[in-house]
């Protein structure tokens, strides 16, 4: 009768000390995660913080609060020491980034539907094409393409930066709307075509708004590439009043001899934000875009 | 007027894979046609190359009187429902109906009037607002039923759309397809149906009439009864009934009367089946359905004498498994008539009682005991 109760004192004392066990193991990862966590952040915080400081205290002190909280760095910054403020330069990144975007989003579209979807003569081969582009390195590229570029008469314009991928020129992307189209079964196509959908009209009513998640996928890869690139605009580009804004970051380096760093942090600050908000609004069609498949039966 | 023919119709797939030879196929305005055989006998190519997804490698389709060889599939005055129901993930029901109107850019009061008319037969008022994915599978079949019923097709197409369905849910979807092909038949605008299925119950209770293929080609069209009271050959005898028809070599002679040889038996052919036989003597296959042999004391005149293997007990009847030599046999007697003492490894008689007892061509399957 008295063992009873003994047994499960016992336990209970047991799953007591299991649960302080996995409560304390999980308070280390956690704390782990953390300090790894905030060690990688670190650089932009500071930078966050830094932009906000006088150009004197960025070097007197590691600490990234602000001793003397100031925007004159943002305001100097805007104005950069050129005839153009920094809008101009957002401009000039936006006028690359909205016709590559789109035009992206259409062609590779189009190529991967193809692909995907149809049988052509040659399209073995054609498609081994496509994919060995993927693996040639760019720098090889990078000559043959600037001389053919001067030949049109393109260079100092921003059509060598956005056209090329305009025009499916991304085999990455060609590559990752295929293998998300390949997850999709032909079914609903066919279903369409009998409702009396032509080539054209099922793409658009039926494929397209089942890879919107690839295509978000697509969009943003290619604003956060863009928005970043900066060797395609320092080869093309030579007329200041064209930068967009990675190179204009540069400008501020090269012309001042005494470095303006607190300006420089400022605008380093401004030109990530676009990149952070278009992801964060983007950001639950990304993940469903990157992990194939996003079709639920 | 919307019959089908199909005239000499062949495929021949990408890979050189010859999957149908050459056939021909008859279906009447309104008529319920059943596809049904085996798994990869080309019912689904089949089917898909009346509806214009397969291209076709020779022969002709009409409809009515067109020739729809090369017409798209929009232009077919065909509807087709899915195996996998495939609804258009991220439109409403409301807009899975209406969207093959749309694209016939039929007015927009019409479009309203006929998802309403179409949700009402189909009981799927309540789930026009829904997404596919919000939908259990009977649903979605029925709204799958309906995006092919609101176009008012000429022919509908249906591949296996039963099959994703729990076994309750089959027959009761069963019913709801063949109560609206007689209801539209009533309604004075009947529709020509090409159903696809390889579940034989689903083919005999549909169909008006049941088209068996086997490999690419067919192998007998005719309506229920007839497949199953007179299979044209083997296959067909084989393919329709539960449990399957017995099929076993046996030795044909005829002095006097047709005699038969089984294991080194011999029994006299039941009369009725020296009425139908059309056969010369020699080495043919023997077919009895098990419902039509009784099981009589060793030795009894007439019967072939075997050993019972098994004994299924299912209620109202009994199946007897019973090997005649090496041949095995099965034979389902009514519960009351089986002497219920007799055990695994008893010997017994088995008579054929000659109703519907075939023979087939040992060489080439015919049935040669069809003569009238
Ligand atoms: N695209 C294709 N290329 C080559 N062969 C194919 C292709 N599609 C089907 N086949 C072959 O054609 C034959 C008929 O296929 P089909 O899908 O019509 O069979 P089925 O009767 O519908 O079978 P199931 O009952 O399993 O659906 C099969 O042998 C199959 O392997
Ligand atoms: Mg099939």
Redesign the pocket.
């Known amino acids: 009768m008295t063992a009873m109760p003994q047994i499960s004192a016992d336990t209970l004392a047991n799953m007591e000390k299991q649960r302080r066990r996995t409560r304390i193991s999980s308070a280390f990862r956690y704390s782990l995660l953390i300090i790894v966590g905030l060690i990688m952040v670190y650089p932009l915080i500071w930078m966050f913080g830094a932009s906000f400081k006088t150009n004197a205290e960025i070097f007197s002190s590691p600490s990234f609060w602000p001793k003397e909280p100031t925007v004159q760095g943002y305001i100097d910054g805007w104005k950069t020491s050129t005839p153009y403020t920094f809008a101009k330069f957002f401009m000039n990144s936006m006028m690359i980034i909205i016709p590559k975007m789109i035009g992206t989003a259409i062609s590779c579209t189009l190529v991967a539907y193809g692909f995907a979807r149809f049988d052509f003569p040659f399209k073995k081969i054609i498609f081994s094409t496509v994919i060995a582009t993927l693996l040639l390195p760019n720098v090889v590229t990078r000559i043959p393409q600037y001389l053919l570029f001067r030949d049109i008469g393109w260079l100092d314009s921003f059509l060598p930066l956005w056209v090329p991928s305009a025009l499916a020129g991304d085999a990455f992307f060609v590559f990752m709307l295929i293998q998300f189209l390949r997850a999709i079964p032909r079914d609903m196509e066919e279903a369409a075509r009998v409702d009396g959908a032509n080539t054209l009209q099922t793409l658009i009513y039926i494929v397209v708004p089942m890879l919107t998640p690839a295509l978000i996928s697509v969009c943003l890869f290619q604003f956060m590439w863009t928005m970043n690139d900066f060797l395609g605009p320092l080869i093309y580009l030579s007329s200041v009043e064209n930068y967009p804004i990675s190179l204009a970051l540069k400008l501020s380096i090269d012309t001042t001899e005494a470095f303006a760093w607190n300006q420089i942090l400022a605008m380093s600050c401004l030109a990530l934000a676009p990149s952070l908000i278009v992801f964060f609004m983007a950001q639950k069609y990304f993940i469903e875009g990157i992990s194939t498949g996003g079709v639920k039966g | 007027m919307a019959e089908l023919q199909l005239k000499s119709v062949e495929k021949m797939?990408?890979?050189g894979?010859k999957?149908v030879h050459g056939i021909d196929l008859d279906v009447k305005d309104g008529e319920f046609m059943v596809l049904v055989?085996?798994?990869?006998?080309?019912?689904?190519?089949?089917l898909?190359m009346i509806a214009g997804l397969e291209t076709i490698s020779g022969g002709e389709i009409r409809i009515g009187d067109k020739i729809i060889n090369d017409l798209t599939p929009g232009k077919r005055g065909i509807a087709m429902v899915f195996q996998n129901y495939a609804l258009y993930p991220h439109m409403k029901v409301r807009k899975n109906l209406s969207f093959g109107l749309k694209l016939k850019r039929k007015p927009k009061d019409e479009i309203e009037a006929s998802t309403g008319e179409v949700s009402g037969i189909l009981e799927i008022d309540e789930l026009l607002d829904r997404l596919p994915k919000q939908l259990s599978g009977g649903q979605a079949q029925r709204v799958a039923v309906g995006r092919a019923l609101i176009k008012s097709p000429e022919v509908f197409l249906f591949d296996?759309p039963l099959s994703n369905l729990d076994a309750k849910l089959r027959a009761s979807m069963r019913v709801r397809i063949t109560d609206l092909h007689k209801r539209l038949r009533d309604e004075g605008r009947p529709a020509t149906v090409i159903y696809?299925t390889?579940d034989q119950v689903e083919a005999m209770t549909m169909g008006d009439r049941i088209c068996v293929?086997k490999d690419?080609h067919i192998m007998q069209v005719a309506d229920p009864v007839t497949l199953y009271e007179k299979p044209a050959n083997a296959f067909v005898a084989g393919f329709i009934g539960m449990p399957e028809m017995n099929l076993a070599d046996a030795e044909l002679t005829m002095d006097g009367t047709p005699k038969l040889t089984l294991a080194g038996q011999t029994i006299t052919a039941p009369a009725d089946l020296s009425a139908r036989l059309n056969a010369a003597p020699g080495p043919v296959t023997l077919g009895i359905r098990p419902q039509h042999m009784t099981i009589e004391t060793d030795g009894a005149a007439d019967a072939f004498s075997g050993v019972i293997h098994n004994i299924e007990f299912m209620g109202h009847e009994v199946n007897v498994h019973v090997t005649i030599g090496d041949a095995a046999f099965i034979a389902v007697v009514p519960t009351e008539k089986f002497n219920l003492k007799l055990q695994r490894g008893d010997r017994v008689g088995l008579r054929p009682t000659g109703v519907q007892m075939h023979i087939f061509d040992k060489a080439s399957g015919e049935n040669v005991s069809l003569a009238e």
């Open positions: 797939y990408g890979n894979f999957a055989g085996p798994s990869g006998c080309a019912k689904s190519t089949t898909r296996e696809v390889h293929m690419g």
